[in-house]
């Protein structure tokens, strides 16, 4: 079955940093991009970015909003991605969700995959004074 | 990347069909058949009903379906059950190799 579950939320004041992680189980973590997508009180969903599998190159995009001040990476051998955020604003509140989404490579071969089949329970990111 | 365009809001009785829409542009929902709708209970994360604009993945019901045309995508619910009764969002990727999502839809089950 497969789990993804987050932590590191909390409050945290404006300007300062905090990080999340989502542990994942029940699939082979390294052959799959991981996303990260949140959702401010009351509002609708906001992708935030994503990580590619270290066969697809391991790299990055992130949304406007946040790019420059976020950061996700992932340790294949924990089974972990990370968020990083920088430079938090009040507007940076929101349950940060982090689904699996983005192409995934298996046997040498990549194959879409454009849409977040799994999602953690969310994790609640505070950003105030 | 401006959010997809969806109706705030949409109702049906017991047993009716509603169909929500959702319009972006030539960079996202017209460029690609990688459109996806989500529902969402409150309190709840959200769960995948429809990918790759007309997929369902094993359990969602024959209920919910998917179509595109041009940069619109719909999503149909046929037989309305209370247990319907959620918000909705399409998401599409894009040509920036980013997503995005579509404001969201409340449904009312009357």
């Known amino acids: 079955e497969v789990q993804l579950v987050e932590s590191g939320g909390g409050l945290v004041q404006p300007g300062r940093s905090l990080r999340l992680s989502c542990t994942a189980s029940?699939?082979?973590?390294?052959?799959?991009?991981m996303s990260w997508v949140r959702q401010a009180p009351g509002k609708g969903l906001e992708w935030v970015g994503f990580?590619?599998?270290?066969?697809?190159?391991?790299?990055?995009e992130y949304a406007a909003s946040v790019k420059g001040r976020f950061t996700i990476s992932r340790d294949d051998s924990k089974s972990i991605a990370y968020l990083q955020m920088n430079s938090l604003k009040t507007e940076d509140t929101a349950v940060y969700y982090c689904?699996?989404?983005?192409?995934?490579?298996?046997?040498?071969?990549?194959?879409?995959?454009?849409?977040?089949?799994?999602w953690g329970q969310g994790t609640l990111v505070t950003v105030s004074s | 990347q401006s959010a997809l365009t969806q109706p705030a809001s949409v109702s049906g009785s017991p047993g009716q069909s509603i169909t929500i829409s959702c319009t972006g542009t030539s960079s996202d929902v017209g460029v690609y058949n990688f459109v996806s709708w989500y529902q969402q209970h409150p309190g709840k994360a959200p769960k995948l009903m429809i990918y790759?604009?007309?997929n369902r993945p094993s359990g969602v019901s024959i209920r919910f379906s998917g179509s595109k045309s041009g940069n619109t995508a719909s999503l149909t619910i046929s037989g309305l059950q209370a247990e319907d009764e959620a918000d909705y969002y399409c998401?599409?990727?894009?040509?920036?190799?980013?997503?995005?999502f579509g404001g969201g839809t409340k449904l009312t089950v009357l």
């Open positions: 998401s599409s990727y894009t040509s920036s190799s980013t997503w995005v």
């Open positions: 790759d604009v007309s």
């Open positions: 990580i590619r599998s270290k066969a697809y190159g391991g790299t990055t």
């Open positions: 029940g699939f082979t973590f390294g052959d799959y991009a």
């Open positions: 689904t699996r989404g983005g192409p995934y490579c298996s046997g040498g071969s990549c194959y879409p995959l454009y849409y977040f089949d799994y």
